[in-house]
């Protein structure tokens, strides 16, 4: 059930805890609408199809869920997924041509690496859903307890870009035949998509473990990432771009590799998740830093990031948009997790 909640406006200056490459204006504070209760166990990932249903991934139970007027029902568990650490059932992504193709993609865990399938999502008649056998389309991408990555999302190139990470493997990120600590740009089908800088399926590098993917308004990609201990980062994407990771972290600006656009130096107060951009706003989970980051974008630079919700709420992996132009924010503490319902911006 769903129930009712605070506007919750415990906001801090990013200026003490990160800063930005830009003076652009803050967007108005969010306001919570409603928590819903779902009884949930780690979600990471949720999407909305066209019907107004959220579909959401489970990571450890390898579940998928359907969430609609309030409540969840269970799809189904995801067969071939293999959870531990910080791996298992990840991120979800719909198919532009989903009205025609039905197709919901989804990164997980197996037994011997991450990897991406896809799934058709069939209603019936009472309005159940249920889903077919995953069809792998892309595998390969290292695994390890951590450092998994797992977001995907198309691009508005109809692309799937899929963030990994290093999976421990430090010399992975530096090499651009390698999957790991990468943004990758791939078909539909799971090939290398036209263009791409390395002529492969690589289409950034340097990175250590990137958990969010997310477009602007003129059509610019950012990325949330995890740092090590120190200097976790907003990145603006561009193909072939070198992020440093391992040789440099944040914004040292050193020659040839390119600098974040925002630096939290200190990972406990962000480790930033799952990322979305309404307007000119980047709104930003964060898993140790227990709040909801916002970051006002002017064109390729950033504000000093904005906290709201500290501690209030705990882990936040993921931030969702919602058909209505709202967010929905996804928990991570296992005790069980729920959703906050937030009112749409501007």
């Known amino acids: 059930m769903g129930s009712s909640a605070g506007t919750g406006n415990s906001a801090g200056m990013g200026s003490a805890a990160g800063r930005g490459t830009g003076s ?15 009884q949930l166990t780690i979600p990471w990932a949720a999407v909305f199809l066209p019907n107004g249903t959220a579909i959401i991934s489970e990571r450890d139970s390898a579940l998928l869920k359907a969430v609609k007027d309030g409540r969840a029902t269970t799809l189904g568990q995801v067969p071939g997924v293999s959870p531990g650490g910080e791996g298992g059932l990840l991120g979800l992504a719909l198919s532009p041509g989903f009205a025609t193709d ?5 990164y997980y865990t197996s037994s011997q690496d991450n990897r991406i399938a896809r799934v058709k999502l069939t209603e019936a008649p ?11 389309i892309f595998t390969g991408i290292p695994k390890a307890s951590t450092h998994n990555g797992g977001r995907i999302r198309f691009g508005p190139d109809g692309f799937l870009y899929v963030g990994t990470g290093d999976s421990q493997r430090r ?35 340097g990175h250590r473990n990137v958990q969010g993917l997310a477009w602007d308004s003129g059509g ?14 907003l990145n603006l994407i561009v193909p072939g771009g070198n992020y440093g990771w391992p040789e440099v972290t944040g914004a040292p600006h050193r020659t040839g590799y390119l600098d974040a656009k925002v630096v939290w130096p200190s990972t406990a107060d962000s480790s ?19 709040r909801l980051w916002t970051v006002a974008l002017s064109g390729e630079d950033a504000g000093p990031p904005v906290a709201y919700f500290t501690g209030e709420y705990g882990r936040i992996r993921d931030v969702i948009r919602t058909p209505d132009g709202g967010f929905w924010l996804l928990t991570n ?12 911006s501007g």
């Open 24 to 38: 652009a204006v803050p967007a108005a504070a969010p306001k919570i609408l409603k928590r819903l209760d779902l």
């Open 102 to 106: 039905s197709y919901l993609y989804m």
């Open 126 to 136: 009472g309005g159940s859903l249920t889903f077919d056998d995953p069809q792998v």
């Open 171 to 205: 010399e992975q990120p530096q090499d651009p035949d390698a999957l790991g600590g990468k943004i990758l740009r791939i078909t539909p089908d799971g090939q290398p998509a036209p263009g791409n800088p390395f002529g492969n399926v690589v289409y950034s590098l």
């Open 220 to 233: 610019r990609l950012w990325a949330s990432e995890f740092g090590p201990d120190v200097d976790d980062e």
């Open 272 to 290: 930033p998740s799952g990322l979305e951009i309404a307007g000119s706003t980047a709104y930003l989970g964060a898993l140790r830093g227990q």
């Open 333 to 344: 503490n296992q005790n069980p997790d729920f959703v906050l319902v937030l009112a749409p």
